[in-house]
């Protein structure tokens, strides 16, 4: 469960189904697939505003999370000034990945509006981007 993981860090998602479950994959899927009658043709993506809040202040994420466990970064905004650390995503990042989520990928406008941001995110392994490995791998 991915509501409070401990006194410094929350996570608030603002569509029902991943706050009940807590972001939990393995639950989730199940509902959905309970919702789809469990036609293995049809797939699922639960959009939601999540928030990450800690005692240094709090960042906002539009995530798209998907049925192949994985999770696009629609939209990210740091609730903080001079904030330029990459403490939010890579803690988002450590916490989805214990509830069964496997790639955190971010959507192409939001990297065209930080490459260098994204790109060192890429680099350490906190999130995959397809043209990044087109690029940068050997």
């Not at 994985?70 to 330029?84: F, G, H, L, Q, T």
Request: glycine share 4%; net charge negative; with cysteine.
């Amino acid at each position: 469960m991915l509501d409070e993981i401990d006194d410094d860090i929350v996570i608030y998602f603002s569509n029902p189904l991943m706050s009940k479950f807590g972001g939990a994959f393995s639950d989730i899927n199940k509902e959905m697939e309970e919702d789809l009658h469990q036609d293995p043709t049809k797939t699922w993506m639960i959009e939601s505003h999540v928030e990450v809040r800690h005692r240094f202040g709090s960042s906002s994420f539009i995530l798209h999370f998907y049925d192949d466990k994985s999770i696009c970064i629609y939209d990210y905004k740091v609730n903080r000034p001079n904030a330029s650390n990459l403490s939010d995503i890579q803690f988002l990042k450590h916490a989805i990945s214990g509830v069964g989520w496997k790639k955190l990928y971010p959507y192409h406008s939001e990297v065209d509006k930080n490459i260098d941001f994204w790109k060192s995110l890429w680099e350490t392994g906190i999130v995959e981007y397809d043209k990044f490995e087109k690029i940068y791998s050997r």
